[in-house]
């Protein structure tokens, strides 16, 4: 069945840094994908969906230059944390439509801002 | 998309087979009954979908009500690895991959 891939898995930074996070559809084209993310206990959360060849759209409340999305091809989608703060740490989720209709997830990327 | 309403927990003893409601009063025809669950810090699985008829997959079978304001997710025989939060979203399959995911039900399964 279709898959989703993530990477990477875990990733710990420094206060100020920026972290890249990857999703990719690993055996269908996916010209839109989802960006979630999670706090502890609680449920996922939209940002985001990012777009194949043009710009993604952003839930509200969710800053874009910030959160910065990149959808440079039809099996990869990018969510970069710029500048990336404690309160940034989370579980961050993307998703894609693959065969059948059905969404599937990815693994899920731990984030944590030290 | 039409909400949904899911108690936030149950358990289930191992071996049982384990019977997770939602409510849907407000489906529109359109829309299909998808299930998720999320066990703890992965990505949520795709479990199985329906329209109006039942549904059975190797996971779980789903049993939608004639009215379709609910339906009930049925593990059949639940293992401890069954446990994990299961979410229940309505959506119109034509309405692109965005899902919204209410609080779900934590299923406890105990030996």
Not at chain 1, 6 to 33: N, Y
Not at chain 2, 48 to 64: D, F, P, Q, V, Y
């Amino acid at each position: 069945g279709a898959v989703v891939s993530q990477h990477p898995s875990w990733v710990i930074c420094k206060s100020g840094t920026s972290v890249k996070i990857e999703c990719r559809s690993l055996d269908f084209q996916a010209t839109t994908m989802f960006w979630y993310r999670q706090f502890p206990k609680q449920s996922l959360m939209l940002m985001a969906t990012s777009n194949e060849g043009s710009k993604a759209t952003y839930e509200q409340g969710v800053e874009k230059d910030k959160f910065l999305i990149n959808h440079a091809s039809l099996t990869l989608s990018t969510l970069t944390v710029t500048s990336a703060h404690p309160e940034d740490s989370s579980f961050y989720i993307c998703s894609a439509k693959g065969g059948g209709n059905t969404i599937y997830f990815g693994e899920g990327s731990w984030l944590t801002v030290v | 998309d039409a909400k949904t309403t899911q108690p936030p927990s149950m358990d289930c003893a191992e071996g049982r087979a384990a019977n997770l409601p939602c409510n849907h009063s407000t489906i529109s025809g359109n829309e299909y009954v998808y299930w998720y669950r999320q066990i703890h810090s992965q990505g949520p699985q795709y479990i199985i979908h329906g329209l109006k008829n039942n549904e059975t997959n190797e996971m779980a079978s789903l049993i939608i009500t004639e009215d379709r304001k609910s339906s009930t997710l049925i593990l059949p025989h639940a293992t401890l690895r069954d446990t994990a939060v299961y979410y229940c979203i309505v959506i119109t399959k034509d309405a692109g991959n965005m899902l919204t995911f209410g609080g779900g039900t934590r299923l406890m399964v105990k030996p």
